[in-house]
Structures are given as C-alpha cells and as structure tokens.
C-alpha cells in the first residue's frame, strides 16, 4: 500500500531521515542483509533527489534554499532532535528537572514525533529555559539554539502547507517522481521488516521510518507474522 499522505515535500524530510537510518541502524544486525540495504537506501536518496528536481523545475520550492541546507548537510527535524536532547542534558547537568522541557513525556518517546509536535516541544523549552535563566550560565546560548531550531521546523511546516496548496497544479513529472519515491519509499519498509524481523529487532521500524512514529498499533497480532518475501531490487 502506497502512503499516499505524504506529501511532496515530506519526501525530502522523511527520504533521507530513513536511509540515514537504514544505515546507522540496521547494518551490522544481520550482515546477510547489508548489501541489499545499502543499496536500497542508495535508491531511496535516489528518489528524493529525483522528486527534488522535478519540484524545483516546476518551482514549488526554492532551489536556493534546499541546495544550501543539503550542502551544510541540514535536516530541521533531525536538528530539532539533536537540540532537544543537548538541552535535556545541559538542563540536568545544572541539576534542574528536565522532565518539564519534555512536557512529562519520556526522551525516547519524544525523539518520536513529528515535525508538529516536536515544534511544540521546543516552544515548550524556551518558556523553560527563560523561567530558569538565572540558573543556567550558558542560558543565552542554548536559548538561541532552541529558537534557530524552532525557526526551522516552522519554515519546514509552511513549505509543507504551501505544497499542498499547489498540489492541484502539480506537473506531470512531479506526480511521477513522486510516484517513484513512494514505490522505494515501500520497498524499503518491506526490506526493513524482513531484516528486521531475522533478528527479533521489529520494534526499530519506528525509528527508521519516521512517517510510522506515532502510529497507534491497539490490536494484538493475531498468531505469528511471516515477513514478505524480499527479492533483490537491484535485478
């Protein structure tokens, strides 16, 4: 099934944020699996690339702006993640309660959400950190770092509602590039539980997938699950 909810510039956030994953993650865990999940994750950057072109050609999104970020090698959501968990350990470090930039929720869960969610989170942080300034000697630093951070998801978010406000307008090589990433896009889930499930690790699908982050699973699996038959994508 084709996860026709992402949207076109969605691509670019979950594309690269899962072969990132693909590779830093699942490599190793069963080396029979490696070269093929190498070379898939090399199609999925394939496939993000591709779609990228054919939305800057059609000029739904702002090539200067998408060139700069990949050569300072950028992702916003992975960012935010990064600053989220460097202010957790800077705010416990100082031995203040850190559970309040987290809104009560676990790191691990938080690491999990999305773009919308993480935003909110950071929001959440910045109020913390200004109620707790004159305990924090590097306050103005990690405060402006939270607010770079912010700034970023949010442009993320607007690029995001712009593109679905064109997607009436999308060109013809648009809707097939993006055809493309999603068929990839699927082939590498297929691949990843297969992989995963060889070594009883299912439960990293999230982690790699970002898309699949918060997805509530509330019924029981109904007798053993028998992972999909995996060819070589490269034949």
Do not use: W
């Amino acid at each position: 099934m084709a996860d026709t909810y992402i949207d076109n510039l969605e691509i670019l956030a979950y594309g690269p944020y899962s072969s990132e994953r693909m590779r830093s993650l699942s490599l190793g865990l069963d080396p029979e699996f490696d070269a093929v999940i190498v070379r898939v994750a090399a199609r999925l950057d394939g496939a993000v690339a591709a779609a990228q072109s054919a939305m800057e050609a059609a000029g739904m999104i702002e090539r200067p702006t998408l060139t700069s970020a990949a050569a300072s090698g950028n992702n916003p959501v992975a960012g935010a993640r990064d600053v989220i968990r460097r202010t957790v350990a800077y705010v416990d470090s100082r031995g203040l309660d850190s559970s309040r930039l987290l809104q009560g929720k676990n790191l691990t869960i938080v690491m999990r959400y999305r773009p919308v969610k993480l935003a909110g989170v950071l929001a959440n942080a910045l109020n913390v950190l200004d109620n707790d300034k004159a305990k924090l000697p590097e306050y103005a630093e990690r405060r402006a770092a939270v607010a770079a951070s912010l700034d970023a998801l949010n442009a993320l978010s607007k690029q995001v509602k712009d593109a679905k406000l064109e997607s009436k307008q999308m060109t013809p090589e648009v809707q097939a590039r993006r055809d493309d990433f999603l068929r990839v896009y699927m082939t590498a889930k297929h691949l990843m539980r297969s992989a995963l499930t060889s070594c009883n690790k299912l439960e990293l699908m999230s982690e790699i997938f970002d898309d699949l982050a918060e997805v509530q699973r509330t019924k029981p699996a109904e007798g053993p699950v028998t992972p999909p038959v995996v060819t070589d994508p490269t034949t």
